[in-house]
Structure formats: structure tokens, C-alpha cells
């Protein structure tokens, strides 16, 4: 359950070092931040296997997943844990997502 979770979002950078998706991914945690959603960024170099092993092992309410295919359309994919829901959607359509 979300009451119990230690954050409520998982922001995952699938390719780090690249400057568009580094920058997407700060800004969106930035936003996060500010609007006092506890949010985890995994900017570790791993596979991006590893990092949805590992927000989900951590149970995340919510994930974040940033990549540079997703971004070239403007898009980031949101993931809903608890129902299994996926979507692409703009950066604010996502931030509003999670946070409300």
C-alpha cells in the first residue's frame, strides 16, 4: 500500500549520460520534489532490467521510466503498481498523474 511504501514514485533514467534524458529526468525530479512527493531517482548505470527489478522489489506505488525513444515523442511511461496500468504521457500530464 501506498501509506506503507518509502517513497511514493520510482523515477528510472534508462540511459544516463545522455544529456536529454538526464535533463528530463532532473527536472522531473526537481518538480517532484517541490510538489513533496518522496521520490526515488535511480540514475545507476544498470541494465534497464535492473532497475524495474529493482523499484519493484522495493514496491513503488508509482513509476517514472525515462528513456530517449519515449522522449524524442515527448513522452515519459507511467506505471501504476498496484493495478498493472501503463501510459505514455507528457512530462506534466505524468507529474500530475502521480501526484494526485
Known amino acids: 500500500p501506498e501509506s506503507v511504501a518509502p517513497f511514493k514514485v520510482g523515477l528510472a533514467n534508462l540511459k544516463v549520460g545522455d544529456a536529454a534524458t538526464d535533463a528530463a529526468c532532473a527536472d522531473l525530479y526537481a518538480k517532484l520534489n517541490n510538489a513533496g512527493v518522496d521520490t526515488l531517482y535511480d540514475d545507476r ?4 532490467g535492473a532497475k524495474f ?3 519493484d522489489l522495493i514496491g513503488l506505488p ?3 521510466i525515462v528513456g530517449p525513444k519515449g522522449l524524442a515523442e515527448g513522452k515519459l511511461e ?6 498493472g496500468e501503463k501510459a505514455m504521457l507528457s512530462p506534466d500530464d505524468a507529474l500530475q498523474k502521480v501526484c494526485g
Do not use: Y
Not at 45 to 48: H, L
Not at 78 to 83: E, G, I, L, Q, Y
Open 45 to 48: 548505470d544498470e541494465r534497464p
Open 53 to 55: 527489478a529493482t523499484l
Open 78 to 83: 507511467v506505471k501504476n503498481r498496484r493495478t
Open 62 to 64: 508509482w513509476q517514472v
